[in-house]
């Protein structure tokens, strides 16, 4: 109950200066929301030809759809592709003088860890120092590693077991807008615009958003609640090339193999060592780029490797994809009998091209963090996001932190407090953008 005193002070504190009532707790907390939607599998899945890669993740979107209809949106559906739409009624005396603000966050967890029976643990009060997580003692959530943690003193920090990822990428994110409802909902005296809400499927995967209805949704500009620390706020993405390089050789049976045999392996294990040591994900950081060898089959007759190539520039992308290819022809040179392939392919692109048009985007975002007692910052992400390809469709999408930490991994967290002011900040953005059109 504690918290929930908290965050309604919270608010009343903030919000006093625009509406002089006292802002009531949402109806249910966004701990609570959060640790229902965390133990649902909506793990996406690589290289699937449809949209949801996995049916699991209905699951949720079923879900959220009821609790939607429930708390009283409108024009509540899940499309055929997964995707949950809904719309939250401004209460202006004119709300066509106020844009549509899509609020959005994405469904499934990374295919990278298991999201199979996720246990959340809910360390209570935290008082620093490194956390074990219980089913695995190997995995360490490390003050040195996470200098966040000596923020969090007091805080109730949420991890998975040790087993699987936790998925507060991104169900931190579709709990802070569920809760941003329902605060609105308790508090009609807050004054907002129309809302558009959607959840996404095949986020980690790059697919669903192909699928995004964006006329349908009917927001002028939206947000992706998918970030991590707190305050921290971004406009910039990665431009994104993936490569493909195989390697074709000659199968036969080893016994007879004298002077037929071509073995594929030993083409893509030179390759492979080529790779510049200091352009890696694992040495980079910041702004500077990287290529990264993340997938691959081994076989005799047909080898092949993916590659991620990021860079904030398209001219900095341009030169890692040179890169690689004249790492194909150095490989094929000292292995000439080997057939050797490569395809690049483009996957997004930096957003900041667009958004740089729309500094409001940035500057309310930043303005609703401070009044949640926030101090905001710029980051570019070092990665994509559904807003990256929404921006480059006509629907200019920035992203914000949610509060989470070390996505994709089994040390994954958030806590209380990252849930309750991501969600204030949602609370303050939608009226900030109602006070700015009067
Ligand atoms: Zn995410």
Redesign the pocket.
Known sequence: MKFVVALSFALLFSISAVAQTAIKPPKETALDRFLRYAKIDTQSKEDQETVPSTRKQFNLANLLAKELKEIGAENVRVSEFAIVYATWPGNLPDNSRVPVIGLLA?MDTSPAVSGENVNPVIHKNYQGGDIVLPKDPTQVITVEKNPVLKEMIGDDIITADGTTLLGS??KSGIAEIMTMIDTLKQNPQIKHGTIAVAFTPD??VGGGIDKFDIKGFGAQFAYTV?GETLGEISNETWSARTATVTFQGKSTHPGTAKGIMVNAMYALADYLSRFPHDMLPETTEGRVGFVHPYAGTIDVEASNLKILLRNFDLSGLDKEEALLRDMVKATQVKFPEVKIGIEVKENYKNMKEVLKNYPALTDNAMEASRRAGLKPFIKPIRGG?DGSRLTFQGLPTPNLFTGGEN?HGKLEFNSRRGLEKTTETLVHLVQIFAEKQK
């Open positions: 994405h990428d991104d986020e980690e998918d996001t996505f």
